[in-house]
């Protein structure tokens, strides 16, 4: 074990000596070394870099209209099929915001990619099943025991059918918020995105009045809300799938906007890390968590007289 | 004297409503977010004292936490409601 | 309209003054806080000077996470330059806020902090064979109290880089607007961020208190203070969400 550590060490060290040789050579921080190939040989040149913060920025939020509005060339990186179906899609279905599809392309495709990671995952362990558990088997019947044992505890023993619903909530959230550390060009966090922390609480607050219809029956959930309070009890409840939502988007956007605006200040160096991992894992992690954890006690304040 | 056109001194006006409707809306969120802030971090402070204490009660505990905190929560919640008025339907 | 770039620069100025003036006005609460628990809890129990002194220094670092954030956009406003070029009057609003906005935000999170890792260095001098599991739930404690100061430097930061220089058709009216906006999401999130700052830090203090007591109910407890604090979290993103809406959807 402290082989490894040791190992990660030297190439953490190794890493750095060369990112700051790199930024001491190119002399200048708003420059960037790069080989160009001129006239059939190679050569390295100190090239301006263009990084305009604002217009990152301002593309995070109106991505749709500022690549319209500029004619920015679209980043669909080689897929051009699937970009045209979504064209295609998107002229007939709009849901929110502009109508243009290079948006809903992006946020599709990202939530298309986390679908194959958890399949992926989900064949290869499913293959391996064995009386004798390897690794990876184990992890996951922990975590999946866990939950099991959280949804017993706050629901009781008849409805543990739900924990597959809730485990499939936090595996999804866990993947989503971690796959924006992934340094490949186009990729983001698909919650950064309101629709997709809106549409999961919306699914929410639905799974838990049917729940509450299923359990009570149809006369014990009207009772509920026959009381001179009924209108704010109507605004809480909707408040809740709002607030669920909005507790997600916001700490992942957060996150995002503070990475992106700390990394240029630094001019990409070394602090990026650091933020990826306490943004990326610890909050991210937190937020999937805290949405799955709600997400089962407003099912069980939802069940109780 | 010079004469102000109407239509312009009426604009100026229109706009000066709107302002002070946004930052009525700004004040409004931020004062109306401090009391539930607050009093809910207390409701959840008090039932982690409450669940170390007695773990076998944590189911009814934590339900009895998360109704407070709605309850509580309320007040916030109509503060952005106003706030979501104010910067959307003056004018 | 000669005087625009003077104004904004004393815009700047005074939001760079302000903000770290309040920012730091508890921060130095909440380290004082935590120093006077560990300063008693030392005193009642010599032996674990070890684990008060660590635990100590770095709930003291947590807890100047929001003024060190005031420092960063104070400097950022000091000698960012933004006064440049064609600019209108509407970016001294701008700079004004993201100061208030960031000074306001760092106020309750420094309280709440400061409670949370007080609270840990009075459960680790009762019992300091749990000083590890203790530290470690009082920085997540105070890593979530700390978020809310995030959000009031994601706005500030948004409000001093994705503002634009100049508007197209610069009316009075519309200046005014854009004006009131941008101070009206500075005041939301720096004053809504103080409420649940504070309450998150309640909650993190409280759960550091019970897992001393009771180290063995250590899992419930922890499950309870993410819920408790995400809940108390909500208003902190009802403002977030309304100082958007102030800088990018108005005016």
């Known amino acids: ?305 | 004297m010079e004469t102000i056109d109407a239509t312009a001194m009426e604009l100026l006006a229109n706009g000066i409503m709107k302002a002070s409707a946004f930052l009525g809306a700004g004040i409004c969120m931020g004062i109306g977010a401090l009391g539930p802030g607050v009093g809910e971090g207390f409701v959840g402070g008090k039932a982690c004292e409450g669940i170390a204490r007695s773990p076998e009660n944590q189911s009814l505990i934590m339900r009895t936490m998360l109704v407070g905190q709605a309850v509580s929560e309320s007040t916030g919640i109509y503060s952005l409601v106003i706030a979501l008025l104010l910067i959307f339907a003056t004018g | 309209m000669t005087m625009t770039a003077e104004i904004i620069q004393i815009c700047s100025f005074l939001g760079a003054g302000i903000g770290v003036g309040i920012a730091s006005v508890t921060s130095g609460v909440g380290t004082g806080i935590i120093a006077d628990q560990a300063n008693i809890a030392l005193m009642k129990q010599p032996k674990a000077y070890d684990k008060l002194f660590s635990t100590m220094l770095i709930g003291q670092a947590a807890t100047g996470t929001g003024g060190i954030f005031s420092l960063v956009v104070a400097l950022l406003l000091l000698f960012g330059g933004f006064e440049q070029g064609v600019v209108h009057i509407h970016r001294a609003a701008a700079m004004l806020a993201a100061g208030l906005a960031v000074g306001l935000g760092a106020v309750g999170p420094a309280l709440g902090a400061g409670y949370s890792g007080g609270e840990a260095c009075r459960s680790i001098g009762r019992m300091p064979r749990q000083g590890n599991i203790i530290m470690g739930n009082m920085l997540i404690g105070q890593a979530l109290s700390q978020s809310s100061s995030i959000f009031a430097l994601v706005v500030s930061l948004l409000l001093i880089f994705s503002t634009p220089m100049a508007i197209e058709d610069p009316t009075a009216a519309r200046l005014i607007q854009k004006f009131i906006a941008y101070l009206g999401s500075g005041l939301a999130i720096g004053l809504g961020t103080l409420g649940p700052g504070a309450g998150i830090g309640f909650v993190a203090g409280k759960a550091n208190d019970a897992i001393g007591r009771f180290p063995r109910e250590r899992a419930k407890v922890i499950r309870t203070m993410f819920l408790g604090a995400a809940v108390s979290e909500s208003t902190a993103i009802y403002a977030l969400v309304v100082s958007f809406l102030l800088i990018f959807a108005v005016g």
Do not use: W
Not at chain 1, 23 to 39: A, D, P, T, Y
Not at chain 1, 106 to 131: N, Y
Not at chain 1, 193 to 217: E, Q
């Open chain 1, 1 to 305: 074990m402290a082989k490894g550590k040791g190992g990660m060490l030297r190439i953490f060290i190794v890493f750095l000596i060369i990112e700051v040789a790199l930024v001491i050579l190119s002399g200048n921080f708003s420059r960037q070394i790069q080989v160009v190939n001129e006239e059939g040989q190679f050569e390295l040149t100190h090239a301006p870099v263009h990084f305009d913060l604002q217009a990152k920025i301002s593309e995070e939020f109106q991505h749709d209209k500022y690549v319209a509005d500029e004619g920015h060339p679209l980043e669909i990186y080689g897929s051009e099929g699937l970009y045209n179906f979504f064209a295609k899609l998107s002229e007939k279905f709009t849901i929110f915001g502009d109508p243009t599809p290079i948006g809903t392309f992006r946020l599709l495709r990202m939530l298309l990619i986390v679908d194959l990671v958890l399949l992926t995952i989900g064949f290869l362990v499913f293959r391996a099943l064995k009386t004798r558990p390897s690794q990876p088997q184990i992890l996951f019947e922990l975590l999946y025991s866990m939950f099991d044992g959280f949804v017993e505890e706050s629901l009781g023993k008849k409805l543990i059918k739900f924990t597959p619903y809730v485990f499939t909530i936090f595996l999804f959230l866990i993947v989503c918020n971690m796959i924006g550390m992934i340094p490949i060009p186009g990729f983001m966090e698909p919650t950064r995105n309101l629709n997709v922390p809106l549409g999961l609480g919306l699914m929410v607050v639905f799974v838990v009045h049917v729940t509450a219809i299923a359990v009570k029956g149809p006369v014990g959930y009207l009772k509920d809300y026959m009381t001179p309070l009924m209108p704010l009890d109507v605004i809480g409840e909707a408040a809740k799938g709002v607030s669920i939502a909005f507790r997600l988007f916001g700490n992942i956007l957060g996150g995002a906007i503070i990475i992106l605006v700390v990394s240029s200040l630094v001019k990409f160096v070394l602090l990026p890390i650091g933020l990826n991992l306490f943004f990326g894992m610890f909050v991210g992690a937190v937020q999937a968590f805290v949405f799955t954890m709600l997400a089962l006690s407003y099912i069980s304040v939802a069940i109780s007289d």
